[in-house]
């Protein structure tokens, strides 16, 4: 309609490629190493240079100038099962990486109240993974002992809402909004993960008994709004039992979880205990009659 406020046409290569480096040193044991690339376009909203009022206290515009999201990912992975000793292990392993990210951008006049928001392209937005599983029985095979282990760790900026000073004049435009933006708007945010969770068991053709406890850390950190920066603790454990008896099978789990770290309030600590009583009949215990009480 308006051709003044076309987007230029803009042609953009962007190859992504993917392999695969597979080992397989036996039929239980292999090792493959991945790489993928994706790119991806901006929204036509986020292009597009008019400006939206429909609500006139928060107007958004379009940046024709942004670039395409590419990203990179790298995962490895290892496994390994023994079948005479019962040992399995698996180990994966990822990184990715986010080039021209999209990202939203928005800055307010301190006088009347008013936020305009237009879009932008930013780097630095990673992430990585480690997750471990470890199963084996002990000597004897009566005991059993796993494990699992997880770390995450990402990382991104942003411009943080709020923190320009008073603005005026015409923000209908991308560049008339980018121009009050400066490096002491970016805020970098890092979140870290961490999961462990070992266990032990013991089975017999009469009894099995296991104990698992378990501990979670989860740590954020932001660069300007430092008051939402966390660290919480998670952790607990559960034990969990049955008992065969003839034709009757008694289950029972107790579980305890607790956390700290948050605000005053609401941290939580509980206890749940569940248990179940069967009665197995017909041919080859193949029908179940029984009872089962939850939180008891």
């Given at each position: 309609?308006?051709?003044?406020?076309?987007?230029?046409?803009?042609?953009?290569?962007?190859?992504?490629?993917?392999?695969?480096?597979?080992?397989?040193?036996?039929?239980?044991?292999?090792?493959?190493?991945?790489?993928?690339?994706?790119?991806?376009?901006?929204?036509?909203?986020?292009?597009?240079?008019?400006?939206?009022?429909?609500?006139?206290?928060?107007?958004?515009?379009?940046?024709?100038?942004?670039?395409?999201?590419?990203?990179?990912?790298?995962?490895?992975?290892?496994?390994?099962?023994?079948?005479?000793?019962?040992?399995?292990?698996?180990?994966?392993?990822?990184?990715?990486?986010?080039?021209?990210?999209?990202?939203?951008?928005?800055?307010?006049?301190?006088?009347?109240?008013?936020?305009?928001?237009?879009?932008?392209?930013?780097?630095?937005?990673?992430?990585?993974?480690?997750?471990?599983?470890?199963?084996?029985?002990?000597?004897?095979?009566?005991?059993?002992?796993?494990?699992?282990?997880?770390?995450?760790?990402?990382?991104?900026?942003?411009?943080?809402?709020?923190?320009?000073?008073?603005?005026?004049?015409?923000?209908?435009?991308?560049?008339?909004?980018?121009?009050?933006?400066?490096?002491?708007?970016?805020?970098?945010?890092?979140?870290?993960?961490?999961?462990?969770?070992?266990?032990?068991?013991?089975?017999?053709?009469?009894?099995?008994?296991?104990?698992?406890?378990?501990?979670?850390?989860?740590?954020?950190?932001?660069?300007?709004?430092?008051?939402?920066?966390?660290?919480?603790?998670?952790?607990?454990?559960?034990?969990?039992?049955?008992?065969?008896?003839?034709?009757?099978?008694?289950?029972?789990?107790?579980?305890?979880?607790?956390?700290?770290?948050?605000?005053?309030?609401?941290?939580?600590?509980?206890?749940?205990?569940?248990?179940?009583?069967?009665?197995?009949?017909?041919?080859?215990?193949n029908a179940t009659i029984g009872v089962k009480g939850y939180d008891?």
């Open positions: 309609i308006n051709p003044e406020r076309n987007i230029t046409s803009d042609w953009l290569w962007s190859p992504a490629p993917y392999a695969r480096l597979r080992f397989k040193f036996t039929k239980t044991r292999s090792l493959s190493l991945d790489y993928r690339a994706n790119a991806s376009q901006p929204s036509v909203s986020q292009m597009q240079p008019v400006p939206d009022v429909s609500n006139p206290m928060s107007t958004k515009v379009g940046n024709p100038n942004l670039k395409a999201t590419f990203g990179h990912g790298f995962n490895f992975r290892f496994n390994d099962f023994n079948s005479e000793t019962q040992r399995s292990w698996m180990i994966n392993a990822g990184f990715n990486y986010t080039k021209n990210n999209v990202s939203s951008v928005s800055i307010s006049d301190q006088n009347t109240g008013k936020t305009a928001s237009t879009y932008t392209n930013l780097d630095g937005s990673w992430s990585a993974n480690l997750m471990n599983m470890l199963s084996m029985p002990l000597p004897g095979k009566k005991f059993y002992f796993r494990s699992f282990m997880r770390f995450s760790y990402s990382r991104s900026e942003s411009y943080n809402l709020g923190r320009s000073d008073v603005v005026t004049g015409d923000l209908s435009t991308a560049e008339s909004i980018l121009q009050y933006v400066n490096d002491d708007m970016l805020n970098k945010a890092g979140s870290l993960s961490l999961n462990v969770s070992p266990g032990i068991s013991f089975r017999t053709s009469v009894v099995e008994l296991e104990v698992r406890p378990t501990y979670g850390f989860q740590s954020s950190r932001n660069s300007l709004t430092t008051a939402n920066n966390r660290n919480i603790h998670s952790y607990g454990g559960r034990f969990d039992g049955t008992l065969y008896l003839g034709n009757f099978v008694l289950n029972t789990n107790l579980r305890y979880t607790a956390t700290s770290g948050y605000s005053s309030g609401y941290n939580t600590k509980q206890w749940i205990w569940n248990a179940s009583l069967e009665y197995q009949f017909l041919k080859g215990k008891i």
